[in-house]
């Protein structure tokens, strides 16, 4: 071979001129050959990933006298890559539009059709009612038994398609039997949609099809809803849609389809809405509360056993659903009981006792930390609307706020996203709560707004905001918790401060229209004055570029207040005043930038 030192050539292990190991080299050609090799076929996925990560035996496979081995397998970040150079391709693309979409609407396309002949052919009459309802079910069962051949044939999206157009021409031939012709009774109707959908299900698991699945469950849960549910006894609706929902939750959790699982619950309650805006009746009380009470423990309870037997401690699925879940219980049962203040409050307390205690025995028993913290998490939301019940506006901020806090706590000790985010989106409706309540009073007559009545619970609810947004940013901000998240913090920071504007604003205009009316404008100008110096120092204080260049913008807005309404609309005196305490603050501003110049600049 050639040196490729030297370019001298040279049959032994070294060179003759430069003395290069030329086997070294052989090999490590041969190595970046076979790297290149595996990397085009990671990237072109000509073979599956498994196999090229466990090692290619080809031509150049370990053989005792060959002395070369097979290659080690790729690391997990080049086979990762290669996934999603491939899902990234516009062929992979062009493929998903061409076998999924077209297939999609194909079989919508021909449902439809299906459902236009069997209208036509039943305005035109040509064959008696019982007859037509008859060759589609036989048609429906027959294109379900030709979906099953092409599946064992392993044409796999034909057999979907086809199944899929099977089960709508089932589930319209019902349709039809029951409100077109009258052919069958409500309960036998409702019996028979059942038996379609269980096909349907049982079909979608052999298949292992999650679209088939959720095709058939939509089905099964807008039939009663299409026909006249005011025809069916309550009883029997509500087996029917707790026997749809305990199969829509087993087929998803045993073949793990999150997205079956989170639309069988959505269809559920779209269902249970429906009905009980159209067709619910007080005298139906008993049934529909037990079935909402089932909701509660079936989406907002079992996921977390199902996550504490299976040991799943990382994953968190269905943990979510069940929080929207249980506020939906809280909701309807509220409803249920008209609106009643005592009943629904015991209702979410109840809530709130059954996921503590879950949460408190799985955190004792060290079981996984997620699950408990999203109990925990969920059961401070039930305890948000029990306080929101029982308790007057002012004191509902206080406790929300300190719920606000333990929330936080929970979820860093967790370290889930998704439970800070959660913390984040409380904070901005516990701060949109109390600023919708407050502002209240520039609707109302300038009597009522006394300053002094409701003082202490006007302050309690906004220091108790200000002080839990605050505290839980320096808390994420020190890392005493958990670790630190500076956009999470940042954002609590900032809620905090805006809070606090906002509350001295507010106790200010109170206290001017019941004392000094004639002081408002110049002392808002002052306010905001002095709130301009105190971000100022802190900004300076704690080297907050932010604080200072929002301390700079308010005493701009203060200045164009003071020059365009101050001048203009108060007395001689208070005018004087803004000008002077404006003035002043100005002064002092500049003076800081003056003699922390180099703190100000980071040296």
């Not at 309550?234 to 389809?257: C, E, R, S």
């Not at 984040?424 to 300053?451: D, R, T």
Request: with cysteine.
């Amino acid at each position: 071979m050639f040196c490729p030192r030297c370019n001298a050539r040279s049959d032994e292990r070294f060179c003759r001129k430069c003395g290069l190991d030329l086997q070294i080299y052989a090999e490590l050609a041969a190595l970046k050959q076979e790297v290149e090799y595996l990397r085009k076929q990671v990237v072109s996925s000509g073979l599956p990933v498994q196999e090229i990560a466990a090692g290619r035996a080809g031509p150049q496979s370990s053989d005792g006298a060959g002395g070369q081995k097979t290659p080690p397998p790729l690391p997990p970040r080049v086979i990762e890559n290669g996934k999603k150079r491939h899902e990234s391709d516009p062929g992979s693309a062009e493929l998903a539009v061409g076998q999924k979409w077209f297939l999609g609407i194909g079989v919508l396309i021909l449902i439809i059709g299906v459902g236009f002949f069997l209208k036509y052919a039943f305005d035109r009459q040509w064959i008696v009612p019982a007859v037509q309802v008859s060759l589609g079910f036989i048609c429906g069962l027959g294109l379900l038994s030709f979906g099953n051949l092409c599946h064992r044939r392993h044409l796999r999206g034909l057999d979907v398609g086809v199944g899929a157009v099977g089960l709508g021409t089932l589930y319209l031939s019902g349709y039809a039997a029951a409100q077109v012709h009258h052919l069958m009774p409500g309960g036998l109707t409702l019996v028979l949609i059942l038996v379609t959908t269980a096909l349907g299900a049982s079909l979608a698991s052999l298949w292992a099809s999650q679209a088939l699945a959720m095709l058939a469950f939509l089905g099964g849960f807008l039939a009663p809803l299409l026909l006249d549910s005011a025809q069916f006894d309550p009883w029997l609706f509500i087996g029917y849609l707790f026997i749809l929902t305990v199969g829509g939750q087993i087929l998803a959790h045993t073949k793990d389809w999150r997205h079956l699982y989170a639309g069988a619950a959505a269809l559920t309650w779209l269902s249970l809405a429906v009905w009980s805006q159209r067709d619910y009746r007080k005298e139906w009380f008993p049934e529909t509360f037990i079935f909402t009470q089932i909701l509660f423990v079936g989406y907002s309870v079992m996921p977390f056993l199902r996550a504490v037997i299976r040991q799943e401690s990382g994953k968190s699925q269905g943990f979510l659903l069940a929080v929207f879940n249980g506020l939906l219980c809280c909701w309807y049962s509220a409803t249920l009981l008209d609106y009643q203040k005592m009943p629904g409050a015991l209702v979410s307390l109840s809530y709130t006792i059954v996921t503590l205690g879950l949460a408190l025995l799985f955190w004792r028993r060290r079981t996984p930390g997620l699950v408990a913290g999203w109990l925990i998490a969920q059961a401070m939301v039930f305890l948000l609307v029990f306080w929101a019940q029982t308790l007057s506006v002012d004191w509902v901020t206080v406790f929300w706020s300190a719920e606000l806090v333990a929330l936080y706590w929970v979820a860093a000790i967790c370290n889930d996203r998704r439970l800070l985010f959660g913390t984040f989106l409380i904070g901005l409706i516990v701060v949109g709560q109390y600023f919708a309540n407050a502002l209240i009073i520039f609707f109302e007559p300038a009597h009522s707004l006394a300053f002094t009545a409701g003082f202490i619970a006007r302050c309690s609810a906004g220091l108790s905001l200000v002080g839990g947004l605050l505290f839980v940013s320096w808390l994420d901000k020190t890392s005493r918790v958990g670790g630190t998240h500076q956009t999470l913090n940042r954002g609590f920071e900032v809620l905090g401060l805006l809070s606090l504007f906002g509350f001295v604003n507010l106790e200010l205009y109170r206290f001017t229209t019941q004392y000094m009316r004639n002081i408002e404008l110049a002392g808002v100008s002052v306010l905001w004055s002095l709130f301009a110096v105190g971000l100022m120092l802190m900004g300076v204080w704690m080297r907050r570029k932010a604080y200072r260049v929002s301390a700079i913008v308010l005493l701009i807005i203060t200045v164009l207040k003071v020059l365009a309404c101050d001048t203009a609309e108060v007395s001689t005196p208070y005018r004087i005043l803004s000008c002077l305490v404006l003035g002043a603050m100005l002064v002092t501003v500049s003076f800081l930038y003056y003699r922390f110049s180099e703190r100000v600049a980071g040296k």
